[in-house]
């Protein structure tokens, strides 16, 4: 268990739809990164959070947005989906903000059909 | 943009031998870089990094090797064990960017006993 928690682990959902992933970092980080491993690609930096503000941004959709709690959960919402959006989606936290080690969860996999 | 490459999407060693991941990238400005393992239903874990002023980096088994004139790295297990099967994944990271992170697409190792 590496501390952070993700739910839910599996979601199966239609086009059109709009969903919402949940990260609990680990205990004591305040930055929460989202990332998307879409298959037999790596992981693509999504967006980027450190004690509430956004602090990076990398390739998210229009149609994704995320926030960070002040309880500093994070969450990613996905909205009008498309097929191509069906991945596995990773949250992962660190004590700073641009941390080189980071602490990834186990994952959200997101099917869209 | 695959900042981060990694050629082979699968690699298979015997028990014993080395393995060897290769790992190459195309921005000069990464300074920073991380090899992650990843076994099926869990988020990747970091197992070992080496900074832009080194040229090799050694944690028991593990050992990574950069070399920035090729902007190459690479991860050497030896000796593998059938615990070592995962997928690996290459990072770098840009401290001139929050230390904005891009990962490989992974290398599946599999070591057969």
């Known amino acids: 268990d590496s501390g952070v928690t993700q739910t839910p682990k599996h979601l199966i959902t239609a086009t059109g739809q709009r969903v919402t992933l949940r990260c609990s970092p680990r205990?004591?980080?305040?930055?929460v990164y989202w990332y998307q491993q879409s298959l037999d690609q790596g992981l693509q930096f999504l967006i980027q959070?450190?004690?509430?503000?956004?602090?990076a941004k990398g390739n998210i959709l229009e149609r994704f947005s995320a926030q960070q709690f002040p309880d500093l959960h994070s969450e990613l919402n996905l909205s009008s989906l498309e097929l191509g959006d069906s991945a596995l989606y990773f949250c992962a936290s660190s004590a700073i903000s641009g941390a080189n080690v980071l602490t990834f969860g186990a994952g959200s996999r997101l099917t869209v059909l | 943009d695959q900042q981060v490459k990694q050629n082979s999407p699968s690699l298979s060693v015997q028990e014993g031998r080395i393995s060897i991941l290769n790992c190459d990238y195309t921005?000069?400005?990464?300074?920073?870089f991380l090899w992650y393992k990843k076994y099926p239903a869990e988020g990747p874990t970091f197992l070992i990094s080496?900074?832009?002023?080194?040229d090799k980096n050694e944690d028991g088994r593990f050992t990574v090797f950069l070399n920035k004139s090729a902007k190459h790295l690479s991860l050497h297990i030896v000796p593998s064990q059938p615990g070592d099967s995962a997928v690996y994944f290459c990072a770098a990271s840009d401290i001139y960017n929050n230390n904005d992170m891009r990962f490989g697409a992974g290398t599946r190792l599999t070591v057969k006993p």
């Open positions: 959070y450190y004690n509430g503000e956004e602090r």
């Open positions: 205990s004591g980080d305040l930055s």
């Open positions: 921005n000069s400005m990464f300074d920073y």
């Open positions: 080496i900074s832009s002023i080194k």
